[in-house]
């Protein structure tokens, strides 16, 4: 199988390690082990009393069943027999997509959006044909364009909602437009849905809950700021499900007896995490918008509660080249924009530390101004 290097995995990999302002990720700022010990306040004798009695064999295959039901307590009506444990939402995406296509498939994609989403079916035999998102529409898809894709012999459709890393969410009467169009021709409909908009989350329809050929991936890495514990699901109809749990024995197993219980002590206490992640995304976004603002050279469409954002630079030269310069020169971390095949900007993760935030905003700031 030939497939291409994710971008932005391949600039972070090597870049990352080296920022002073890291203002790239995508995880709401990473909760550390002491933080998530006191999130149900008796300061870890819950999870480590539990933990001390445990076997460290291959423990539950598919995830424990108290994993599952915190999933299932996710969805408004999801089977937890239908939900499978993975290696975060990459895993989820790759034994999905594995699950689902086969050569000469026909896919339709969201594009630009994150990079395994279109390339892991490309990489299967399917023929992809891209779902654009244009920023004239404030990088909202348009549901016309869809009908013109679509054909009879469509497999499945990959969206990624809320979007990486545009920050957009899709409404929830597109989202029910688009499970009709799916189901005009029996179609799946993939939802990557891992960044969960923080803002308005009444509002926010999962796929899982809309149809039944619906399959869902999602982690603990981003919302819930734990990527540490590489603990992500699929949630899907039972016949997909069995599918999934083949491609699952070859590529991990079980996702671990301690990851486990981590991911779902970090579901138990969500609302803890939601709530303060929800303080960091408005906090630092308001940060950015005043920064943008006083900025003539960086603009944005304002992401919906959620952790990532594309910043569009007016600057003269290539946005990687920028990207290097700014990291040798100052110490900041973006990614660029080309990463995402959206050149000309970046990818803004403010869900940094403010001093974090501030500091590389300023700086990156100085490092505009030598285009002026
Ligand atoms: C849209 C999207 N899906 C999946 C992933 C992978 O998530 P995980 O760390 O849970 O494997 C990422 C990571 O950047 C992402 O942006």
Redesign the pocket.
Known sequence: MKIRTIG?EEYLNVWEKKATWDIAQ?TISSLTMGEILHLDERAGSTFYDQLDKEKMNYGWIEGSPDFKAEVAGLYRNVDPDCILQT?????A?LNALMSLIEPGDHVIAEFPT?Q?LYDIPRALGAHVDYWHIREEAGWTPDIDELKHLVRKDTKLICI?NAS?PLGTVIPADMLREIVEIAASVGAYLLS?E??LPLEDTESFESVADLYDKGVV?N?I??TYSV?AA?I?WTVSNKDVADRIRTYRDYTMICGGVFNDALATYVLRNKDKVLDRNRAIILKNRAIVQEWIDAEPRASWVPPKGVSVSYLRFDIPVDDEDFCLKLLAEEGVLLVPGSRFELPKGARLGYCASEDTLRGGLQRLSRALRQFD
């Open positions: 932005v995508s290696n975060g939402c990459t895993g995406n994150y395994p990624n990486n990557d891992v960044y991936t982690s890495s981003k990527p590489r992500g």
